[in-house]
């Protein structure tokens, strides 16, 4: 009776030994990300990532400077949120070093929504039209826009348009540019808003489905992006391998059923 006592003691110590090496050997990763879908992919692969011997922290944000703002500071190790047109414009703007640090992960198809129209076609002269605030997205949307042929721009190559340069507005719409988060809040309120994916997939609206128009080719791929100090840390490298992995690829067909494509 002693003995298997003491055989029991001592394979619960092993046990309790080898859960805390095991604890001790993870390598914890903090990525921001926004809610949907790049929190909800992350997740996915927590527990992948964890056999892998990397513990993977998600910081959620609903805002597209702090994510940036806090892996530049070394406050979180990395962030999941956007493309390479944002990122470049933000190091420009904000003198900051970010780079990126995996493959292109997912294109979320940008998508001019209204809850009082069915087409385009329908929108009344001097129509009130709403686009995120940021110089980047700004810019996409009004390329959508122009797409979508609302608006005539006088370059379709630059990526980086304003309301300066509208060539033509033949049903002279009113632009105004507010924070992409509330552009869902704000549907109702006016006649057609161009809302990113992220934020469109959070109030229930699907693309695919609801928009009356969308991107049909776009440069703007979400991936992973940290500083140059931590691009080829362990950790870091094991996140982007994950996200370009078959699994990967699986949930996000699965999950978002072509609101959200696999860019790899």
Same mark, same amino acid.
């Given at each position: ?12 110590? !092993? ?12 390598? !914890? ?16 692969? +927590? ?44 190091? +420009? ?42 110089? !980047? ?26 309301? +300066? ?72 490298? +094991? ?26």
């Amino acid at each position: 009776m002693k003995k298997n006592i003491a055989r029991f003691a001592f394979t619960a110590v !092993t046990a309790l030994w080898g859960a805390q090496t095991l604890a001790a050997d993870l390598v !914890t990763v903090t990525v921001a990300a926004s809610p949907v879908p790049h929190a909800e992919i992350l997740e996915a692969l +927590k527990p992948t990532l964890a056999k892998q011997g990397v513990k993977l922290e998600v910081k959620v944000f609903n805002d597209y400077v702090q994510p940036n703002l806090q892996v530049s500071e070394k406050r979180l190790d990395a962030n999941f949120f956007q493309h390479i047109p944002y990122l470049d414009k933000f190091n +420009k703007d904000r003198g900051t070093k970010l780079v990126v640090a995996s493959k292109p992960v997912h294109i979320e198809p940008f998508g001019a929504y209204s809850s009082k129209f069915k087409k385009v076609a329908d929108l009344p002269k001097g129509a009130t039209v709403a686009i995120p605030n940021d110089p !980047t997205n700004a810019g996409r949307a009004l390329l959508l826009l122009d797409q979508g042929g609302v608006i005539k721009l006088k370059d379709r190559n630059n990526l980086y348009p304003t309301v +300066k340069d509208i060539a033509s507005n033949a049903k002279q719409v009113k632009i105004k540019e507010l924070e992409a988060a509330t552009l869902p809040r704000v549907l109702p309120q006016v006649d057609l808003a161009l809302i990113n994916a992220n934020y469109a997939l959070e109030a229930k609206l699907n693309p695919k489905r609801d928009a009356l128009f969308i991107e049909t080719t776009s440069p703007y791929a979400n991936l992973l992006v940290t500083r140059a100090d931590n691009k080829d840390s362990v950790g870091v490298k +094991k996140l982007a391998a994950a996200l370009a992995s078959p699994e990967a690829r699986k949930f996000i067909e699965s999950k978002y059923q072509g609101a959200v494509i696999p860019a790899f």
